[in-house]
Every structure is written in C-alpha cells, then in structure tokens.
C-alpha cells in the first residue's frame, strides 16, 4: 500500500485533498488531564493561536471543524478565517473522569490498580467515571471516515491532542496504537495530504 500512497503523492499532486490539524493554545494547565473540563485559553494560548492564524491565513478552507469545547472555539475565534466553522461533538477530548484535573503522579498514588490496567489492556480500558478508550476511538474513527468522503479541497480541524493523535493513526492507516509517536503541541497545526490509498504527513506542529 505504501508504494501506492507514494506514487500518487508523485504523480498526482495538483489533483488532492489537503487537511490541517489544529491543536487548540495552551490553557495553563500542562501536566494535567483535561478532556472533558471545560476550560479557556491562557494570555499565552490566546498569543499562540494569534500568532498561528496569520500562519493559516495564507489558506483558503472549504471546510472547517471544531470541537465545542470552549479551548477550542475560543482558538478557532483567534485565527480569524472567513469560513464559517462546524462544531462537532465527536472533536472533544476523551473524558478522564474523576482523573480530571489531576497530573500523573497524583493519579498513580490514588489509583495504582487502574493505572496498571490502562498500561496493560489499553483498549479494553475505561476511565473511572469516564469514558472508554474504545468508545473515543469509535468515535474519532467516525470522524476520520467523513474527512475521508468530504469534498473539500481544504479542510481545517481544531481539536484536541488525543484527537489529532489518533486522526493521524487512522488517515495513515497506523495502529491506533502508535498514536502516542506523534507530539501534538498546542496552538500548532499539521497537516496530512489525502488520497484514496492514505494519508501523508507533510508538517508537523508548525506554528507561527
């Protein structure tokens, strides 16, 4: 499949369908796990989206998508495109349930069992009082699936990092499983040239 993907990236170039992805700016709270919180933009995410979008105003979109998450919005506002942005609700971050708010450390000393079964049986794994990872995947899966049959020449999606992770695991046809090879950082975006065979990675976390 590789060898397909590759000769149509050569030999196709001006017939394709490109996306970006866009990680929301940084809300204060690295090191935490944030999903289902529904937390704004710190003075610096709201300067990294600023600056970001005069990176993406060089780009003309026919179709955006963002997470209704007020991270995620509020980037969306800063970058200032002229297309007016669908919020899909599938974009949101996977919810760590009582795990909101908490960093690493604290999370294994409260719940070590858990934390043991999330690193043995990933998919198989529910957040306590959250969701599971196999219903997040599903319904990333869902939304890599419609990128997939848009029409779009240029399609723009600001969402989370789990998400962007795991959009790139399946428009590369990776395991989704690998998701955790690719740094998302926020108030950056990557993009991912399409073809029917798969995607191709062509930037990661550019930022202006």
Request: aromatic fraction near 8%; hydrophobic fraction near 40%; glycine fraction near 10%.
């Amino acid at each position: 499949m590789l060898y397909g993907v590759l000769d149509k990236f050569m030999s196709d170039s001006t017939d394709k369908k490109e996306l970006f992805l866009l990680r929301h700016g940084d809300t204060g709270l690295r090191g935490k796990y944030i999903g289902a919180t529904d937390v704004g933009l710190s003075v610096k995410g709201r300067q990294q989206a600023s600056r970001t979008g005069k990176m993406l105003g060089a780009f003309q979109f026919d179709k955006i998508f963002c997470s209704p998450m007020i991270r995620c919005v509020e980037t969306l506002k800063l970058i200032k495109q002229n297309c007016p942005g669908e919020q899909l609700s599938s974009l949101k971050e996977v919810d760590f349930g009582r795990w909101e708010g908490k960093d690493f450390s604290t999370i294994v000393a409260e719940d070590p069992t858990l934390v043991d079964q999330w690193v043995i049986n990933p998919g198989d794994f529910t957040f306590p009082e959250g969701e599971s990872l196999q219903q997040f995947r599903g319904r990333v899966a869902d939304v890599a699936k419609m990128i997939n049959e848009t029409a779009a020449a240029k399609t723009l999606i600001v969402s989370h990092g789990g998400v962007i992770r795991h959009l790139l695991c399946h428009l590369m046809h990776l395991s989704v499983e690998n998701y955790l090879l690719f740094d998302i950082q926020p108030g950056c975006f990557s993009t991912v040239q399409l073809h029917e065979e798969g995607g191709i990675l062509t930037g990661l976390n550019l930022r202006g």
